[in-house]
Every structure is written in structure tokens, then in C-alpha cells.
């Protein structure tokens, strides 16, 4: 147990519709990542978050969004989905970031079906 | 963008056979990362490597830092059967301040 939970573990919506997927990050981590795994792009990098601030974006979509919260825990809204969207979205925390040595623990993962 | 180059794809191998597999980058990391991933888990962090040169041992893992920041690897020695699943290189920071990873090798360990 990586201390990093998520939900909910599974999600089946349809196209068009809009997510939210949620994430609390170990206690005393500052930031979050959002990751998102499918199995043609393998795992793609879609945004940090920094005691609140937006810190390090990656590839995420414009129909994508993420905020993270006084409390530290951050939610990844997705919207206008696609088929292609279908995909595990990994939330990920550590004390600081990518510029600094601590490294990052992924929590179990939700598992996001559009059908 | 840009994902690391990740090899081998795939590797089979009988229990007691060590395992080697690496990964390579056009940019500069400041951290590379091995982490492991069971099927329907996330991936789990194995080794953390932040100095160029840096050679780390975890049990039977043994990980490396290259010396131009472009290229890890990773070994595992006298595999066993719980060693299957797919392991990820990660590079962390440096020119793009951000993570990319290779695309995995997927391991499996006969008995």
C-alpha cells in the first residue's frame, strides 16, 4: 500500500459525458501527478500540482482539467469524452517535485471505460 | 511527448536466470526511476537512482545512473516466479522539468 488512494477503482460512462476521478496523496505530500495508461501510449504524464498551484504540465487534453485542493487532495475532470479516452488514470504524490530528488508513489489506479 | 526507449519488449526466462534491461533518452534526466507494475496495480517504485554513475542495490536489483544522464539500467539477479510483471524506467527533471517513461518489459519467469 503506497499510502495514495483513489476513486473510484472502476468508472463506465458514455461518450460525451463528463468524470471526475479523485485522489488523496500520501500524508505530508505536497504534490500530485495525474497519469494517464493506455495500452497504445503506455503512461503519459498530464499534470503536477504543488500545494495547490499547477506546477508541470504534460500531455493532457484541453477537455481535460485538474485542481487540488486546500486539503491537498486533487480531482482530474474529464469532459466531452471519447472512446479513446478509455484508459487507467494513475494519481501519484511525493513531498515535492520533479526538479528535487524525492520520488513519487502511485496509488491503485481508476480504471475509466467509455463506451 | 517524447517516451524513453525501453529495451527489450519482452523477455522469458527460467527461475534462477538473471535479467537485464535498460533505458535510453535523448534528453537529460536528473533522477531515473525503475518501478514495477502487477496487472490492475499501480506502479510500484523498486529503485531511485539521482546521481550520474550512481550504482544501486534493492535485494536481488541492482540499478545504474549513466554517466551522460541519458541511460539507465536494471538487473535482477536468480529471478523467481513472483518477479513477473512489467517494469518501467522513468527519467525525472533536467531539460523538460518533467517524467517520461519507457514503454515497459514485460517479464515472465518460468518455473
Known amino acids: 500500500d503506497s499510502g495514495v488512494t483513489q476513486t473510484p477503482k472502476h468508472l463506465i460512462t458514455a461518450t460525451g459525458q463528463r468524470v471526475t476521478l479523485r485522489c488523496s496523496p500520501r500524508s505530508g505530500d505536497l504534490s500530485v501527478y495525474w497519469y494517464q495508461q493506455s495500452l497504445d501510449q503506455g503512461l503519459q504524464f498530464l499534470i503536477q500540482?504543488?500545494?495547490?498551484?499547477?506546477?508541470a504540465k504534460g500531455n493532457i487534453l484541453e477537455r481535460f482539467s485538474a485542481q487540488q485542493f486546500p486539503d491537498l487532495h486533487s480531482e482530474l475532470n474529464l469532459s466531452s469524452l471519447e472512446l479513446g479516452d478509455s484508459a487507467l488514470y494513475f494519481c501519484?504524490?511525493?513531498?515535492?517535485?520533479?526538479?528535487?530528488?524525492?520520488?513519487?508513489?502511485f496509488g491503485p489506479g481508476t480504471r475509466l471505460t467509455v463506451l | 511527448g517524447q517516451q524513453l526507449n525501453q529495451s527489450p519488449q519482452s523477455m522469458f526466462i527460467q527461475e534462477g536466470e538473471d535479467v537485464s534491461m535498460n533505458c535510453t533518452s535523448s534528453?537529460?534526466?536528473?533522477?531515473w526511476l525503475w518501478y514495477k507494475q502487477d496487472p490492475g496495480e499501480g506502479p510500484v517504485l523498486l529503485i531511485a537512482l539521482y546521481k550520474a554513475g550512481e550504482l544501486t542495490s534493492n535485494g536481488r536489483l541492482t540499478a545504474q545512473f549513466g554517466i551522460t544522464r541519458k541511460d539507465s539500467f536494471l538487473n535482477i539477479s536468480a529471478s523467481i516466479p513472483s518477479d513477473v510483471g512489467i517494469y518501467f524506467c522513468a527519467g525525472q527533471g533536467g531539460e523538460n522539468n518533467d517524467m517520461r517513461f519507457g514503454a515497459g518489459t514485460r517479464l515472465t519467469v518460468k518455473p
Open positions: 500540482y504543488y500545494n495547490g498551484e499547477e506546477r
Open positions: 534528453s537529460i534526466f536528473n533522477t
Open positions: 501519484a504524490s511525493s513531498v515535492e517535485g520533479f526538479s528535487s530528488t524525492d520520488t513519487q508513489y
